[in-house]
């Protein structure tokens, strides 16, 4: 596809250039994104290659099958930057280039000219986004993007796990894409800005940052109760992991839906909720006996959010996938393509699953250099300034949504009902509701800088007032239960009828269609369907979810819903509905996995801190109760060093096949060495010897940690608390948002006046 040289911001038929510098996952996936929208995005390769191009597992042809998944439709260029011609040959790409996607840390970014500063100066034009482990400028980000490190920065991987246990990272590389999305959001903004205000900007995304980001809620929790909560486990807390006869299931319900659990397992009730475990031993021994599949589906008939872990395989052949088409390949013309289909789908939005790039198969191509940025009135507005959001979006993944959106400028107006509001207005916190009269402090982090309308939709008068703001709205976003909107007169044929050139978004479960799009479910009951706890979890366990108090798939799906919007108002793609299946997106995280197990039957377990490109990878104990460091090595001369550090006399010298082969004996002598020291002085000794390392943080050991309110991941002045942004623009910083409405506070200023774009709230 040859880029035009014609059609730049706001046309929806004009081909984004892109350049990719990446080294790591983050970079790679933001890239794949774009490529897989049908952008001409162009890979830039070291002499030899992409690492990852020969990093097992490989396919039949000796590929990488995680360069496959990362790396699909996107084409390539070998230059050696290390050399004046190359860099002089990257410099000529990035004038022809829309948006740079790199990873490069700070030393690197210097060495080759590119520092935020540098680009700014010599292509005001372009949009960079820049994904890495702690910020373009923190020493840090020399490392490689590593999930685990970032999850354990963030506090994450605090969460995960069971508590009398080490902490764990989400399986695959979870922190890794939901940077990524953050990335694609924080590029389509800074585009949608150029149109307007006539530059470029730098896009500012530290993995470490959305970890945090991700695990909010623990932050709110522990500034309201003093104490910051940790990991449960799938073993032990109100919703439980256990087995069935072919697998494992995940018990999750509300406390309302106690006795009818208890009498599914063939319980009496009252079920005997003064003494719980004796209703879970009959849940036990009730599950045990029955296929997983065949758990779920009985409990769902009942209404309770249960799900079964869906390992690899049971995905491929899962009746909701095949439905839905999610499934590609494993191989076409002989060659090994991207295994999944969209993380998204949507009739304007064409979607490419084809093979990786042949090294340099990009080489002649250019285009005609970018023009240089036009003078504007619009250089101080906000990236979505004019944009009006419907928001109809609950608890979190909806309302999270337009949150995001409302950040960056839009006036976001949240649609309840007077009699059901949306439910996170009440919501407990560490166990207590919200004082009489008060907002719950979740409901105010996913919905400050909103403007609050109440409709009755089951009225023609509350319909009729949406239909009267969907006319002059430009989104809406909602994440009921699959064929809530329809009955309520809210779904997409009938806003589309009122105003063609809506972006609809629904985020729901599973989908639209197929046979379980009206399953119920929750964050940990995706995190089982998607396939995510099958990878997650300790060495030859059972699997983990990301528990009911971080629900990862909620927090990832709102990332990417937004970053979807924001395309589409950039690119012009208007009268579309996307349909965003959240078990979809994260299985869509796995996908070099899924390839895996496609191309060579390998299905792919929980394998604790471990992962395939870096040895040794994972968490050890340091002096002092709960205190524990996380390490990653992904070269020989990390290793090397750690090797002069932990045990020299058993580990100098030995090659990379060694360590690979000894992981278990290298844990053993890393954790004597962790153990013996201070969480700070571990630290400081890998720091000085050149070695990726990171604190695995508590929520309230990050909430001390200067950089998250410096880089306002988390906004507050002492006595509030909400969550902040989880990416840097240069060229534009968002004001802290108004505080989130009261039930129907806008509803004169929203309901009588002309223009929506007039009301939005400001702090």
């Not at 619009?378 to 909806?398: F, M, N, Q, S, W």
Request: aromatic share 6%; with cysteine.
């Amino acid at each position: 596809m040859a880029p035009s040289e014609e059609k730049r911001d706001g046309d929806a038929g004009a081909v984004l250039r892109v350049v990719e510098l990446s080294g790591g996952v983050a970079a790679k996936v933001c890239g794949r994104l774009l490529a897989g929208l049908g952008h001409d995005v162009l890979l830039c390769e070291p002499p030899g290659g992409d690492p990852l191009r020969t990093r097992a597992p490989l396919d039949g042809h000796g590929v990488g099958l995680t360069f496959s998944s990362l790396d699909a439709d996107k084409r390539s260029v070998v230059l050696d930057l290390d050399s004046a011609d190359g860099r002089a040959a990257l410099h000529h790409l990035l004038e022809r280039a829309d948006v740079l996607i790199t990873d490069l840390g700070p030393t690197r970014a210097r060495a080759l000219g590119l520092t935020a500063a540098e680009i700014r100066r010599a292509w005001p034009g372009l949009v960079a986004v820049s994904v890495t482990a702690a910020g373009l400028d923190d020493p840090r980000s020399d490392h490689p993007g590593d999930s685990l490190l970032a999850e354990a920065h963030g506090g994450l991987a605090s969460m995960i796990g069971e508590p009398d246990r080490a902490p764990l990272s989400l399986g695959g590389e979870q922190a890794a894409h939901a940077a990524a999305f953050a990335g694609f959001l924080g590029g389509m903004l800074a585009l949608r800005r150029r149109a307007h205000a006539a530059t470029g900007d730098v896009v500012d995304v530290a993995l470490c940052d959305v970890a945090a980001y991700i695990d909010w809620k623990s932050d709110i929790e522990t500034h309201v109760a003093a104490t910051a909560p940790t990991r449960t486990g799938a073993t032990a807390g109100q919703w439980r992991i256990v087995r069935a006869a072919d697998g494992w299931v995940g018990v999750i319900f509300q406390p309302a839906q106690w006795d009818l659990l208890v009498e599914l397992a063939g319980g009496t009730a009252p079920a005997p909720s003064d003494d719980p475990e004796r209703g879970w031993a009959l849940i036990e021994r009730w599950a045990a006996r029955l296929p997983k599949r065949t758990v779920y589906e009985r409990a769902q008939a009942l209404g309770l959010a249960v799900g079964f872990s869906a390992d690899l395989g049971d995905l491929l052949g899962d009746p909701q996938y095949e439905a839905r088409g999610f499934f590609r390949g494993p191989r076409r013309d002989g060659r090994t393509i991207a295994p999944v289909g969209p993380p998204a789908r949507a009739a304007g939005l064409p979607w490419r699953s084809g093979p990786p790039p042949e090294p340099g198969d990009g080489a002649q191509a250019a285009g005609a250099p970018v023009p240089a940025p036009r003078g504007s009135s619009g250089e101080g507005e906000a990236p979505l300034a004019g944009v009006t959001v419907l928001d109809l979006g609950t608890i979190t993944a909806g309302a999270a949504t337009g949150r995001l959106l409302a950040d960056y400028g839009a006036t976001v107006i949240k649609v309840e009902s007077a009699s059901h509001p949306d439910p996170f207005r009440q919501w407990p916190v560490a166990g207590s509701p919200p004082a009489e009269g008060t907002l719950s402090p979740m409901f105010e982090s996913n919905n400050a800088g909103k403007l609050g309308v109440v409709l009755d939709l089951k009225t023609e008068t509350g319909r009729a007032e949406l239909y009267r703001l969907a006319a002059r709205a430009d989104v809406v976003i909602e994440n009921f239960t699959v064929g809530v909107t329809r009955r309520l007169g809210a779904d997409f044929e009938t806003l589309r009828a009122v105003n063609p050139r809506l972006v609809y978004l629904s985020l729901s479960s599973q989908g639209q269609d197929g046979p379980e799009s009206g399953r119920r479910s929750y964050g940990s009951t995706l995190d089982l369907l998607s396939g995510l706890a099958s990878v997650t979890g300790y060495l030859d366990g059972g699997p983990m979810w990301s528990s009911a108090e971080v629900n990862y798939p909620d927090q990832v799906a709102s990332l990417f819903g937004a970053g979807l919007v924001a395309y589409c108002l950039e690119r012009d793609v208007r009268g579309v509905h996307l349909d965003v299946s959240q078990r979809e997106l994260i299985s869509w995280t796995l996908a070099d996995r899924i390839a895996e197990h496609t191309c060579t039957g390998a299905l792919p377990a929980p394998t604790g801190n471990r992962r395939p490109g870096a040895t040794p990878h994972d968490v050890y104990p340091c002096a002092g109760e709960g205190r524990w460091v996380a390490i990653a090595c992904h070269t020989q001369a990390e290793r090397d060093a750690l090797a002069a550090l932990v045990a020299p006399e058993e580990l100098a010298e030995r090659s990379e096949k060694w360590w690979w082969a000894h992981e278990g004996r290298v844990d053993e002598l890393i954790g004597a060495w962790t153990r013996a020291r201070s969480r700070a002085e571990c630290l400081d000794a890998l720091a000085g010897a050149g070695v990726a390392g990171a604190p695995v943080l508590t929520a309230s050991e990050r909430g001390r940690e200067p950089r998250f309110s410096e880089r306002r991941v988390f906004l507050g002045d002492g006595a509030t608390r909400r969550k902040g942004f989880p990416l840097t623009l240069h060229g534009h910083t968002p004001p802290d948002p108004a505080p989130a409405p009261g039930l129907g506070e806008h509803q004169e200023t929203v309901l009588a006046g002309p223009s929506l774009t007039s009301g939005n709230p400001s702090s």
